[in-house]
C-alpha cells in the first residue's frame, strides 16, 4: 500500500491494485495527482497501487429487458400501464467508449479492490452502482466521498473511506428515482397520447415529473394575464423649489395599510380621478414643510454562482438561453480550463479551499482587467474564513463555480462575457459591503404629503467592480435648509392602469423552478430545499424540451405557452391527475427518498406506490372520452362557413352549434391557436404551417384549407395541401406575383407556389424544366428573401434549424445553387486542437463539445467517409390530390475524388415536398 495512505486499508494480495473510479475525467485528474506517481495511460492514471479512470456522468440508462418489451403497439391503451418486473441496462452511444475501457480495467485480473469516487450525492452513487451491475464486476468496493478537490481532501477522502454497507440506502433510493422517473413518465406520456390520438392520426403528449410542473408554472401565469382585467389609477407628482435647487416627490396617503384581498392598492395610488384633481388643485403654488430621515445602509455582495444563478444572471444581462449558457460553462471548464464544474447547486466553497482561492487571486491580478481589484484583495488581506463563503454544510456534490488557476486565452466574446461575469462575482464576494447614506424627505403642503427619496453612495465597496464607485446624480438630494420653505412650483396628475404579471423569461422561470417547493406544506418544502423542480444540470434541457414540444414559444425573451400547452393542463385537470402538474410529486418523493437514505422506509414500499401511480394516471385515461374534459374553452367570433352559425371549442374539436361543421383542434397532431383558426375561417386557408406529424410520428408541413365538400354542395371541410406534383397540375395564376428570381436550370421565372417555389415551366406534360424547392427543408423555413438570395447570388445566410432525417440533430448549413440543384454548404471546420488524439473532445456528460456545423458535417460525410462531396437526393410522391403522405427518401450518390479538399463541405439536396 502507498506510504501516504497508512490508514486506508483493504485486503490487497501481493501484485494487487485498487481501480478508483471517478464521474469525470477532470476529478480522476486530480486524484492522480494528490496520491502521486501515475503515469497517464490512454484513457486512464496509474501507479503501482492504483488505477484511476473516470467516467463522463451517465454511461447507461434503464430498459425494458427483452422478455417484457412492447414490440408494437406501444401507444396503445392495450399495452398500458406497462410496468416491467425489472429493468436492464444498455450503454449510451455517446459514452460507450468510456465504459469499455471501465470493463477492462474491471476485468484486469490485478484490480482487487474498486473505489467509487463518483460525485457525493444519490447520482454519482447511481452512475457507480449502473457501472458495476453492467459490468457484472465482482470486486469489493469502498466509497470516496469528496466535496473539495484539493490534494489534502482527497488524500484525507482515501484515509477514511466508507464501506459498502453504509451506502446502500444512498444506492436503493438512487434507483428508485431513476425507475420512478421511467415509470412515470412513460406510462404518462404513452396514455396521454392513446387519449388524445382515439380519433385517428398521432398526437404526441409528453409527460414527466419535472417537465410538467414547470409546464404548469408557466401556464398558470399566462392564465393570470388573460383573466386580468386593469383598473384606471392616478399618482400626483409634484415639483418643489428650495434655496439649494429643484427636487420631485409623490403623494402618498401616510395612514395606508396593505389590503391581503387587493393587492394592487399602494399609498401613492388614488382610484378616483375628482379625489387625484382635487389634490392637484388644493397644491399648486402652494408652501411647504419639510422633515427628513437620514440612515446609514449596506448592501452586501451577491453569493457566488450556482449554475442556476448563472443562467438567470447570463440571461438577464446578454439574453443568452439556459442551454447556451450551459453550454459556454461547459467550454470554459471542459476546453478552456479556466472556469470550474458548472453543473453545481452549491454557492459556498470548502472550508479548506482558502489556500486555492489565494492562488486564483494572484492569478487575476496578472490579468489586466482585474489587476486593480486583485490587488485589494490581496493586499488587505480579504481572503480569510468567513462562513458565507466557505462552508462544508451548504456544498452538495460540488461546490461554487468559480475561476481556476489557468488564466484565460483565445476566448470567443460569448466565453469572454461569461468568464468576466463568473470572475466579477469571485472577486465582489471577498470585498467590503457597499455603503449608502438613505435619505427620506416628507414635503408636506396643507394637508397632503409627498415622499421623496434619495440614496448617496457613501463607500461603493464591492459594487467599484461592477463600475459603480461613482454617485449617480438623480440618487442625490439638493440640501433644505432648517425651517426652509419651498414652494410647490408644479403638480401634475399623472393617469396610469394595473398591469398584468409579466410572463416568464429564462432567468425568472429557472428562479421559479428553484424555489418551487415554497408553497409546499412544511414537510415536504423542507425535503425540497435547495433542490426544487429539476437540478441545476437539467433544467435548461427541460425548458429546451418544452420548447421543442410546441408547449412553448419563445418571443423576443419571454415565454408563451401555446394552446397545445392548455390543452394537456386541461386534460390532465379533467382526468384528475393534478399531481403530474405539482411540485407536490417533487416534494412528496425527495422526501420519502430522503427517509430511504436514512433507511427509515424500504425502496420496496415506494415502488409499489409508483406502481399504483401509473396503474392509476393509465385507468383515468381510459375512463375519460373527450367529451366530458371540462375546461375553459373558447367561442369563436367568426361564422360558420356552412350556415353562418356560432362555432364553439371543447377539448376535441372547434363545432358549430347549429349544423354538423366541426373541425380538428389538432389536425395531423398540431395544435391550433384560437386566432389559428379564426384566420382559417375567415381566408379558408392557412400560410405552410410546419409542426403536423404523420401517423408513424414524422414532421411535415402542409397548406390547410376550407374547401367546398364535392359529396355535399354547400357544405364545407378543412383539407391537407402537401402541393400536388407538376406533371398533373395546371400551371397556377402568377400573373399578379412578382418573380422572386431566376430559375437556376432554365433562366425562367420562379414563383411562390403555395408549398414551395417553383419554376415557371415545370407544369403540364410538355414541361420544359424540373426546378422546384420546398419552403420547408428538414424542418428550417427558406423565407422568400432567403430563396431570392438564393436564386440572384447562388448562396442563402446560414440557416440555423434544420433537422437531420436519420439523426434527429439540429445543424446549421447554407442552402447554394449546385448545378441547377438546391444543396448545403457548411461552414468551414475550426482548426483542431493541438493534441493528434483531441479530434472528439467531450463534455463531463459525454457530449461532444464541438458546435452543431462540425456534428452536422460528420452526419453527412460519415456515408462517403473522407470525400469532400456527397450527394444526398430527396425523392418524394404524392399519390392523388387529396393523400395526406408524403414520402422521402434519402439516397446517397458516390463521391467525386479531387485531390483538392474544400474547407467547405457540400451536399446537393432536392426538398422532400
Known amino acids: 500500500m502507498h506510504s501516504r495512505f497508512p490508514t486506508f486499508a483493504l485486503d490487497r494480495q501481493a501484485m494487487s491494485k485498487t481501480l478508483i473510479i471517478a464521474e469525470k475525467p477532470s476529478v480522476a485528474n486530480d486524484i492522480a495527482k494528490a496520491i502521486g506517481g501515475c503515469i497517464k495511460k490512454d484513457d486512464f492514471h496509474e501507479n503501482d497501487d492504483f488505477v484511476v479512470a473516470a467516467a463522463v456522468g451517465h454511461l447507461l440508462e434503464l430498459i425494458v429487458p427483452e422478455e417484457h418489451d412492447i414490440k408494437r403497439g406501444k401507444w396503445s391503451f392495450t399495452h398500458l400501464p406497462h410496468i416491467p418486473p425489472h429493468f436492464d441496462l444498455r450503454p449510451i452511444v455517446k459514452s460507450e467508449s468510456k465504459l469499455k475501457t471501465l470493463t477492462k480495467l474491471l476485468k484486469r485480473k490485478d484490480i482487487s479492490n474498486v473505489i467509487n469516487a463518483c460525485d457525493a450525492g444519490r447520482e454519482g452513487e447511481l452512475i457507480f452502482r449502473y457501472i458495476m451491475q453492467y459490468t457484472k464486476a465482482k470486486q469489493p468496493s469502498q466509497r470516496l466521498w469528496l466535496q473539495s478537490m484539493t490534494p489534502t481532501a482527497i488524500r484525507d477522502g482515501l484515509a477514511h473511506l ?214 485589494q484583495i490581496e493586499k488587505n488581506g480579504w481572503v480569510k474564513p468567513n462562513k458565507r463563503i466557505f462552508d462544508n454544510s451548504k456544498i452538495s456534490d460540488h461546490f461554487a463555480i468559480i475561476p481556476t488557476l489557468q488564466a484565460p486565452k483565445n476566448l470567443s466574446e460569448p466565453e469572454q462575457k461569461l468568464y468576466d461575469l463568473v470572475v466579477k462575482r469571485f472577486m465582489a464576494v471577498f470585498f467590503p459591503v457597499a455603503e449608502y447614506l438613505v435619505t427620506t424627505r416628507i414635503t408636506q403642503v396643507l394637508a397632503h404629503h409627498f415622499k421623496t427619496e434619495g440614496r448617496v453612495l457613501v463607500n461603493a465597496g464591492w459594487q467599484a467592480i461592477y463600475g459603480r464607485d461613482e454617485q449617480k446624480e438623480d440618487d442625490m438630494l439638493v440640501a433644505v435648509a432648517p425651517e426652509e420653505k419651498v414652494k410647490t412650483e408644479h403638480v401634475d396628475l399623472i393617469g396610469l392602469a394595473t398591469r398584468p404579471p409579466a410572463r416568464y423569461s429564462e432567468a425568472t422561470l429557472l428562479s421559479a423552478m428553484e424555489g418551487a417547493g415554497k408553497l409546499l406544506d412544511d414537510e415536504l418544502r423542507e425535503a425540497m430545499s435547495g433542490k426544487g423542480l429539476g437540478t441545476p444540470a437539467t433544467r435548461a434541457s427541460i425548458i429546451e424540451g418544452l420548447l421543442f414540444e410546441k408547449y412553448l414559444v419563445r418571443e423576443g425573451r419571454e415565454l408563451i405557452p401555446t394552446a397545445k400547452a392548455f390543452q394537456l393542463l386541461t386534460l390532465l385537470r379533467g382526468l384528475g391527475v393534478e399531481e403530474l402538474t405539482s411540485a407536490e410529486l417533487t416534494g412528496d418523493w425527495e422526501n420519502r427518498l430522503a427517509q430511504m437514505e436514512r433507511g427509515e422506509i424500504k425502496r420496496d414500499a415506494f415502488m409499489r406506490d409508483v406502481h399504483q401511480m401509473a396503474q392509476i394516471i393509465v385507468k383515468r385515461a381510459k375512463e375519460f372520452n373527450a367529451e366530458t374534459i371540462p375546461g375553459d374553452y373558447a367561442t369563436l367570433t367568426t361564422p360558420c362557413p356552412n350556415c353562418g352559425g356560432v362555432i364553439k371549442e371543447n377539448y376535441r374539436r372547434f363545432a358549430c352549434t347549429q349544423c354538423e361543421f366541426s373541425m380538428s383542434k389538432t389536425p395531423g397532431g398540431r395544435t391550433f391557436e384560437v386566432q389559428e383558426v379564426e384566420d382559417l375561417l375567415k381566408t379558408r386557408e392557412t400560410p405552410l404551417l410546419q409542426g403536423f406529424r404523420s401517423k408513424m410520428g414524422r414532421p411535415f408541413a402542409a397548406i390547410l384549407r376550407v374547401v367546398e365538400d364535392k359529396e355535399s354542395p354547400a357544405r364545407y371541410k378543412m383539407e391537407f395541401d402537401f402541393g400536388q406534383s407538376a406533371d398533373d397540375e395546371e400551371k397556377p395564376d402568377f400573373s399578379a406575383q412578382t418573380p422572386i428570381g431566376p430559375c437556376p436550370k432554365c433562366g425562367g421565372n420562379v414563383f411562390d407556389a403555395g408549398t414551395r417555389y417553383t419554376c ?136 467525386t475524388k479531387k485531390p483538392a479538399v474544400r474547407k467547405s463541405a457540400k451536399t446537393t439536396a432536392e426538398q422532400v415536398e
Open 162 to 375: 466508507r464501506t459498502d454497507e453504509q451506502m446502500l440506502n444512498l444506492a436503493d433510493a438512487a434507483r428508485s428515482r431513476s425507475e420512478a422517473d421511467w415509470l412515470v413518465g412513460i406510462n404518462g406520456t404513452r396514455a396521454m397520447t392513446a387519449f388524445n390520438s382515439k380519433d385517428g392520426g398521432f398526437f404526441l403528449t409528453t409527460v414527466g415529473r419535472v417537465q410538467t410542473p414547470t409546464l404548469t408554472v408557466v401556464v398558470e401565469r399566462e392564465e393570470a394575464i388573460r383573466a386580468f382585467k386593469s383598473r384606471d389609477y392616478w399618482e400626483v407628482h409634484a415639483e418643489f423649489v428650495c434655496a439649494q435647487g429643484v427636487y420631485k416627490g409623490r403623494w402618498y396617503d401616510p395612514k395606508f395599510k396593505k389590503d391581503e384581498t387587493d393587492t394592487e392598492r399602494r399609498d401613492s395610488r388614488l382610484w378616483s380621478k375628482i379625489a387625484a384633481s382635487t389634490i392637484v388643485m388644493a397644491c399648486e403654488g402652494q408652501k411647504g414643510t419639510v422633515t427628513e430621515e437620514s440612515k446609514p445602509s449596506t448592501q452586501t455582495a451577491p453569493a457566488l454562482f450556482d449554475l442556476t444563478s448563472l443562467q438567470r444572471e447570463a440571461n438577464a444581462r446578454f439574453g443568452f438561453s439556459a442551454k447556451n449558457t450551459l453550454g459556454l460553462a461547459q467550454a470554459l471548464y471542459e476546453k478552456h480550463k479556466v472556469l470550474t464544474y458548472p453543473r453545481t447547486d452549491s454557492k459556498a466553497l470548502p472550508e479548506d479551499y482558502i489556500p486555492t482561492v489565494k492562488q486564483t487571486v494572484a492569478m487575476l491580478k496578472e490579468q489586466n482587467n482585474y489587476t486593480r481589484f486583485a490587488q
Open 760 to 895: 415557371e415551366n415545370t407544369y403540364g406534360a410538355d414541361k420544359k424544366c424540373d426546378f422546384r424547392s420546398g419552403k420547408v427543408i428538414l424542418q428550417q423555413e427558406i423565407s422568400r428573401e432567403q430563396m431570392e438570395k438564393l436564386l440572384t447570388t447562388g448562396r442563402t445566410d446560414l440557416l440555423t434549424s434544420f433537422k437531420s432525417a436519420r439523426t434527429g440533430r439540429m445543424f446549421k448549413a447554407f442552402l447554394v445553387n449546385t448545378k441547377g440543384k438546391v444543396g448545403f454548404e457548411f461552414e468551414a471546420k475550426a482548426p483542431k486542437a493541438e493534441k493528434p488524439n483531441a479530434k472528439t473532445a467531450k463534455t463531463d456528460e459525454g457530449v461532444a463539445a464541438d458546435d452543431a456545423p462540425a456534428k452536422a458535417i460528420k452526419a453527412v460525410k460519415s456515408t462517403v467517409k473522407k470525400a469532400a462531396k456527397t450527394t444526398v437526393k430527396t425523392a418524394a410522391k404524392t399519390t392523388s390530390k387529396t393523400s395526406t403522405k408524403t414520402t422521402a427518401k434519402l439516397a446517397t450518390a458516390s463521391a
